[in-house]
């Protein structure tokens, strides 16, 4: 039995959900449980769990769904529950300190003297009044909030520009200043790369690449995704990148986004001229040619991008880095020989399910060289002529970003809440063409604590199934992140491959080899 409750305008933080989600689902006789707002995105992940009632059906984007299937049998007052663990959740805010949150940035500047930046993390629709307030307050600026219009964008960017100071975001989600790590990102170590980026994951990616190469960075610094647009012109990008050719201790330069606009890269690789630290370009996508003409070093993939830097550190050739990689892809070639006799004749398809959108941009673009141009579809495609009909469907070969703004409104980042993967792990191993199930797992700061667990409990209970029905899918994965994050690169490498998981070094390598399985 389905019970639903519906809060009309009701706004709860995702963290609060994700501990109603989970205090329901404790209950006894609750068999599942879901807590989100009504978006389209959210509907449709009911519908694939089995909880879309019509009462649900009918929501609005800001009503509030609560959903719990019930046991056969059972009695569970939901409405009652909610309210104790609302409550609940309220009481344990209000006690986690003695000294009281200040309610504005100038009354925390106050109470935090010395304080020389602001991370602001509150619903979009507030974030850009916050992040003005901390500008003002002379604060550089790491927005995590997404939602927020582009004009707010620009606007907030101009303002730190004429101030000297920066605007990380909106949806930033890493940057790494002086050291301390800001939103999800990794424990690195020091050394002469400087990082400019207008990709969370890719941030992550590099930094993290370069840590387990023994190669560390001096900044880490994130932009947000549509810094690089014609809109917002790359403001923040020049702004970060005049700081690190500035700074003596960056001996190496490395910038990573999707393809910027035409003419920001112009602006872009122009002020590359300004300085002769070398520079390593990764636009994932983008053209090498420019670049090069630019007096840059152009990286396909975010592992040859943060190759190619640890060589220039190190005072090494670009060219070894690169024969290293083409010894990996023979490798690879192998491999795949051996993994394509244990599937079916009919499974055929790739299902990337992805936590970090640069690590979905960087398979598409991959297997779309491999299979074909457009031969992956997705919710946040290299192309808009390939976007997914529907988010919450495979189809063919399938790459979804579950960070992508129509699966957050409402609900936590699958960063913090593996919860929704999990759910479309098992969707996918019931689809008799599905070959590959693909997995990004993110650690990091502020990450689940253990995502690689979280992922193997899914992939076992999937594994089971199709064992019962004579079949087998191949799971691939890749783990960003090093040995000095909260979670453990080799600890959650290994818990991976204990559920049979094939673990690659790099989002890029683990791509590849799927690549070879299809084709």
Not at 486 to 507: C, D, F, M, T
């Amino acid at each position: 039995m389905i019970q639903t409750l519906i809060k009309s305008g009701e706004y709860y933080d995702s963290i609060t959900l994700l501990q109603v989600a989970q205090g329901l689902s404790r209950l006894a006789g609750v068999e599942d449980a879901a807590v989100v707002m009504g978006t389209p995105a959210n509907k449709g992940i009911l519908r694939d769990a089995g909880l879309l009632t019509p009462e649900a059906e009918a929501a609005f984007a800001d009503d509030l769904i609560i959903a719990v299937r019930v046991a056969d049998g059972g009695n569970v007052d939901i409405a009652a529950r909610v309210g104790e663990l609302l409550a609940a959740s309220r009481m344990a805010k209000a006690a986690s300190g003695t000294v009281p949150a200040p309610k504005t940035v100038s009354a925390a500047v106050q109470q935090l003297a010395g304080a020389n930046i602001a991370l602001v993390s509150v619903a979009g629709r507030y974030a850009a009044g916050v992040a003005r307030e901390a500008l003002e307050q002379g604060l550089h600026v790491f927005l995590f909030s997404d939602n927020v219009s582009v004009e707010d964008e620009i606007a907030l960017k101009t303002l730190g520009r004429e101030k000297g100071l920066l605007v990380m975001g909106p949806d930033a989600g890493t940057a790494i200043i002086n050291g301390v790590a800001l939103g999800f990102a990794n424990a690195v170590i020091p050394g002469p790369v400087g990082v400019v980026a207008a990709a969370g994951t890719g941030l992550q990616a590099v930094t993290s690449y370069l840590t387990r190469m023994g190669v560390g960075i001096t900044q880490g610094i994130g932009t947000g995704g549509r810094d690089l647009s014609e809109a917002v012109g790359g403001i923040m990008m020049l702004e970060g990148l005049k700081a690190l050719q500035a700074d003596p201790a960056t001996k190496v330069l490395l910038l990573v986004s999707k393809p910027p606009a035409p003419t920001v890269a112009e602006k872009v690789l122009e002020q590359l001229k300004v300085s002769s630290k070398p520079a390593v370009v990764c636009f994932l996508g983008g053209k090498a040619k420019v670049i090069r003409e630019a007096g840059g070093i152009p990286a396909e993939t975010l592992e040859e991008a943060a190759y190619l830097a640890a060589a220039l550190a190190r005072g090494e050739s670009p060219e070894a880095a690169l024969e290293h990689l083409h010894a990996q892809h023979q490798e690879l070639k192998k491999l795949a020989k051996k993994l394509v006799g244990r599937l079916q004749m009919q499974q055929n398809y790739f299902r990337g399910l992805f936590s970090g959108g640069t690590f979905c941009y960087e398979s598409q673009l991959i297997l779309n060289e491999m299979l074909g141009k457009g031969a992956v579809l997705s919710n946040a495609p290299v192309k808009k002529k390939h976007k997914l009909e529907d988010a919450n469907k495979s189809v063919g070969h399938t790459a979804v970003d579950l960070g992508e703004d129509e699966f957050t409104v409402g609900r936590l980042h699958p960063m913090l809440d593996p919860t929704l993967r999990n759910r479309r792990i098992l969707h996918e191993a019931q689809d008799p063409e599905t070959a590959i199930i693909f997995l990004d797992i993110v650690l990091g700061y502020g990450v689940h604590p253990d995502p690689a667990g979280a992922a193997a409990e899914a992939i076992r209970e999937a594994q089971a199934q199709l064992a019962s029905e004579g079949r087998e899918v191949l799971f691939i994965a890749s783990v960003c992140g090093t040995d000095g994050d909260p979670q453990n690169a080799k600890i959650q490498e290994e818990k991976l491959r204990e559920a049979g998981v094939i673990v690659l070094e790099s989002n890029a390598a683990a791509t590849r080899l799927a690549g070879y399985i299809l084709s």
